[in-house]
């Protein structure tokens, strides 16, 4: 059956979905979470389209799961403005607040964030075409990652509740929070990756604005509630509306202290600039990458065509950290391509919720066109799809295509393409793909296949210098999220990890005291009368 066939044949009609996958209602989002209340919107809104399409009698269309309001510049600085109201110069009420308090209220927030799985997971498969299973991992792994905040919370503060001594001087240092943060994060990972920045940024003590990202903005709507329930008046105020309207207007006010997004370098880019006083502005970006596999003659081929399948395809190759170039040597290519071309045949491809499918919908609309861009931009300089089906593309659908003989004349070569394509460069010497990784404008990761043990530690030392993390033989991710994960160049400022981010969101703050018997007796005072949150020596357990 021809491509095109296959994905007709995926067209459902609604009420063939099964009942636990089915939004049902829609979600018609007319209120937003800004000063601590959910305020009414009687404004333009947005219609949210799947990329699933769904069978009706005029034919087969995406389906419409909600939508949401479109506010305005007026809107977004009235929510900053109670984000600095409720940091209040770092006097408010949640900047100044116990940590174990802050916890606390971080605490309930999962409670109740629990009770909304089901439509928060439905929400991601639909508007992103993530397979059930994974939308149900991406939410189980972000209440993992907020326990494992606050456990890493505990043990910084459990380290910083004695006083350091040194030369005449006691001093008891802390992190304190950095003012108002602005977030917004991914659309292939709409809820994990805005919320390993939110909570950190939060449970520091900062205040937030926040925005949904373009695709991937319904699923925080169940969540808002939660929010306001749960954090005081102004901690967390949300922003909804087109991207380019509201966010440069916040940028301009000066008023913004921390930056974070996860998305591309030149939106992060042109965002900084327009901040009044770019120095006071910390940046937390996990930005654009084109990780490369290099598999060497001494690799174990079998290993390394299974691992970039997966790095390679896994959410249709809609990961940051996917591997987007493959160089492999000249001697033992054939062999890995013919792999390749096995493990492609075997892909399943098909609605979100049915079992071992792993390639879905694409949720960009123009992706297809690009994707298909690509390809032709590639055969047009030489390179050939090797497997079958490659290159098609269906309304949302774009068949993973392995391309190959690819060389730098070729878009694909240099662009992250953020989609099912695996490009396949043959090398002779390995200066080559060493030379790629230092020529690239990315920095994030790599991975080295090869069993030779001399052979990698070569590899290893200049790679450590040019990326942030070095996989041997093994596909690139971000997990195990305790690791630092970060990038150079265009692809990450500042480092995440459980750890990291709460490093990222604060900064090293002392009280420090000359010890005169005065002094001495000041201090004991202050700690015993339990009066300031900061100056304490109580132990959280
Ligand atoms: O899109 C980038 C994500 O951080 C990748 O995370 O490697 O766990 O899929 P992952």
Redesign the pocket.
């Known amino acids: 059956m021809q491509f095109q066939e296959q994905v007709s044949a995926l067209a459902i009609a609604y009420n063939e979905i099964p009942n636990n996958y089915l939004i049902d209602p829609i979600v018609e989002q007319r209120e937003y979470l800004s000063d601590g209340a959910m305020i009414q919107w009687a404004g333009p809104t947005h219609d949210v389209y799947s990329p699933i399409h769904v069978k009706t009698n005029d034919g087969v269309h995406p389906f419409k799961i909600g939508s949401y309001p479109i506010c305005t510049e007026k809107e977004a600085l009235i929510a900053l403005d109670a984000a600095r109201a409720a940091y209040n110069d770092g006097r408010g009420e949640w900047p100044t607040m116990s940590i174990s308090n802050r916890i606390k209220c971080v605490e309930n927030f999962i409670k109740a964030m629990l009770t909304k799985k089901d439509l928060v997971v439905n929400l991601i498969m639909w508007e992103i075409g993530k397979t059930h299973a994974d939308s149900v991992k991406e939410f189980d792994r972000t209440v993992e990652y907020i326990y494992l905040t606050i456990d890493a919370l505990k043990d910084i503060d459990r380290n910083s509740s004695k006083f350091t001594i040194e030369q005449g001087i006691a001093a008891q240092i802390r992190r304190s929070p950095l003012g108002v943060v602005l977030c917004m994060g991914?659309f292939?990972?709409p809820l994990n990756?805005t919320f390993t920045t939110l909570i950190p940024a939060i449970i520091m003590g900062n205040t937030l604005l926040f925005k949904p990202p373009k695709h991937g903005t319904l699923l925080h709507y169940p969540l808002l509630e939660a929010f306001k329930n749960c954090f005081p008046k102004g901690v967390v105020n949300t922003i909804y509306g087109r991207g380019n309207a509201i966010v440069p207007p916040l940028m301009k006010t000066g008023k913004i202290d921390v930056l974070t997004l996860?998305g591309s370098s030149k939106v992060a880019n042109d965002l900084k600039k327009l901040h009044p006083k770019v120095n006071r502005l910390r940046a937390i970006l996990?930005l654009d990458a084109k990780n490369a596999a290099i598999v060497t003659k001494n690799a174990n081929i079998q290993l390394a065509a299974k691992e970039i399948m997966l790095g390679a395809l896994?959410?249709n190759g809609?990961?940051?950290?996917?591997i987007k170039i493959v160089f492999a040597h000249h001697s033992i290519v054939d062999e890995l391509n013919n792999l390749l071309i096995k493990a492609f045949k075997e892909l399943q491809f098909g609605l979100p919720w049915e079992k071992n499918v792993t390639i879905t919908a694409l949720p960009e609309p123009n992706k297809p066109a690009y994707l298909n861009d690509l390809v032709n931009d590639a055969k047009k300089h030489g390179a050939n799809i090797l497997n079958e089906h490659g290159g098609f593309a269906e309304g949302s659908f774009f068949h993973p295509t392995l391309l190959y003989p690819v060389n730098k004349q070729m878009r694909v070569y240099h662009e992250e393409q953020f989609g099912p394509i695996v490009p396949v460069v043959a090398y002779e010497d390995i200066e080559e793909p060493i030379h790629y990784v230092i020529e690239s404008t990315h920095g994030q990761q790599v991975s080295i296949f090869s069993n030779n043990p001399d052979e990698i530690s070569l590899l290893i030392d200049p790679l450590v210098n040019q990326v942030s993390r070095v996989n041997i033989n093994s596909q690139?991710?971000?997990?195990p999220d305790a690791f630092p994960?970060t990038g150079r160049k265009d692809s990450a400022e500042g480092t995440l990890s459980v750890v990291d981010a709460l490093r990222s969101f604060s900064i090293r703050t002392l009280v420090a005291v000359k010890l005169t018997d005065e002094n001495k007796t000041i201090i004991n005072e202050i700690i015993s009368a339990d009066n300031s949150n900061f100056l304490s020596t109580k132990y959280i357990f």
Do not use: L, M, V
Request: charged letters at 15%; one cysteine or more.
């Open positions: 991914p292939n990972y990756e996860i996990g896994s959410f809609q990961r940051c950290t996917a690139c991710q971000r997990g994960f």
